[in-house]
């Protein structure tokens, strides 16, 4: 949920105006690399932005996530964060998350603590130890980011979104120890200005570990926030937004109640919102030989559509249908020779 104001098309131009960018290819090319010590595929499923305090189904919506992980049996699965907030309403929603039979990883959403929670209360609700962190996986490093720091000086209006020096400097440590392929998850993105402000600072961290470990040790950065299906590769880094399970947001302007006036009332902001009937979520799949794959999924908008309220288009490709904007895509990215 963006109150900010920015459109999906204002993003993808931000994102993609530097040099090496992709937007939303099905395959992109192999990164310089060399394997670490590898020992098994590993599987993990993936969603973002459930926003369980916007939406009237979000435990539908989770509940089949969950279900569909437990069915695939994947080794963990991750929310990118806007997942729920620690009213005991939501304790059920929660129970829904903790029946999946492996780990649960849980990112910091910027309104997940909307309501004047701090990010601790956050944290305890869900069960989570910290607000950033690290663990491995079938001989994979994955680390976990919180974008909702506050910058102490000139910091740009609305809700923070910074990494502060003492997490930067962890993150350091974190990538120089770890031996293996890595992989970030973080609620802001870091390849534009509009998420995290010194995400340039933090690509450097990132960079300057490929250069020290002679490899590409850190291949990828998974993001939510922006409810937008993209890619962009930056020095041999992909850096990827999960798109909303839920919904795109229109604002007040385009503003429109779709369902009963009881669901309306007790769930102030969903008329500002187009849901997606079905819920989207993927399957990422990390093989031996170095190729990450994703498995997303497609949907349509709950009408009326977007374009149907008079909101203007933010496609960069005029003969994409407004649906289209309703998935998570299927991919195919490289991170290591094959063997």
């Known amino acids: 949920m963006d109150k900010s104001g920015l459109t999906r098309r204002d993003v993808l131009k931000m994102a993609g105006a530097g040099a090496g960018s992709f937007l939303m290819p099905s395959v992109l ?13 590993v599987r993990f499923g993936i969603c973002a932005d459930v926003h369980k305090d916007v939406i009237h189904d979000a435990d539908r919506r989770l509940k089949i996530f969950i279900d569909t992980m437990n069915k695939q049996k994947v080794d963990f ?31 910091l959403g910027n309104h997940d603590t909307d309501g004047g929670f701090t990010r601790e209360q956050t944290l305890e609700f869900w069960g989570a130890k910290k607000k ?24 740009a209006p609305g809700y923070p979104r910074f990494v502060g020096a003492e997490q930067l400097d962890w ?22 200005d509009q998420s995290i402000e010194n995400n340039a600072e933090v690509r450097a961290a990132m960079e300057n570990a ?43 302007k ?7 006036p009881e669901i309306e009332k007790a769930h102030r902001w969903v008329s ?10 993927a399957v990422v799949t990390l093989t031996s030989d170095g190729i990450l794959k994703i498995d997303g999924a497609k949907s349509q908008f709950i ?23 309703v998935r998570i895509s299927d991919r195919e990215l490289f991170f290591a020779a094959a063997q």
Not at 29 to 41: H, M, N, V
Not at 148 to 154: L, Y
Not at 227 to 251: A, C, E, L, P, R
Not at 303 to 325: I, K, Q, R, T
């Open 210 to 252: 490929n250069k020290a470990a002679g490899f590409q040790k850190v291949v990828t950065s998974f993001s939510g926030h922006h409810h937008i299906d993209f890619v962009k590769t930056i020095t041999d880094i992909h850096y990827i937004q999960i798109n909303s399970m839920s919904y795109k947001w229109v604002g007040e």
């Open 29 to 41: 090319r192999p990164c310089l690399a060399k394997p670490g010590k590898r020992r098994r595929e």
């Open 77 to 107: 699965i991750v929310q990118l964060g806007d997942f729920c907030r620690p009213y005991p309403a939501n304790l059920e929603f929660l129970t829904i998350w903790k029946q999946f039979t492996g780990p649960g990883y849980h990112v």
């Open 171 to 192: 993150l350091k440590a974190d990538l120089e120890s770890a031996d293996n392929f890595t992989f970030l998850f973080s609620h802001q993105s870091l390849e534009n």
């Open 303 to 325: 009408p009326p559509m977007p374009s149907e309220l008079g909101y203007p288009s933010d496609s960069l490709d005029p003969a994409e249908d407004e649906n289209d904007a």
């Open 132 to 155: 950033y962190y690290s663990f491995d996986s079938g001989g994979l490093h994955f680390v976990v980011l919180d974008g909702n720091d506050v910058k102490k000086e000139n910091r």
């Open 272 to 281: 500002y919102t187009v849901p997606y009937k079905d819920p989207l979520f």
């Open 254 to 260: 385009y503003r429109r109640a779709r369902f009963s």
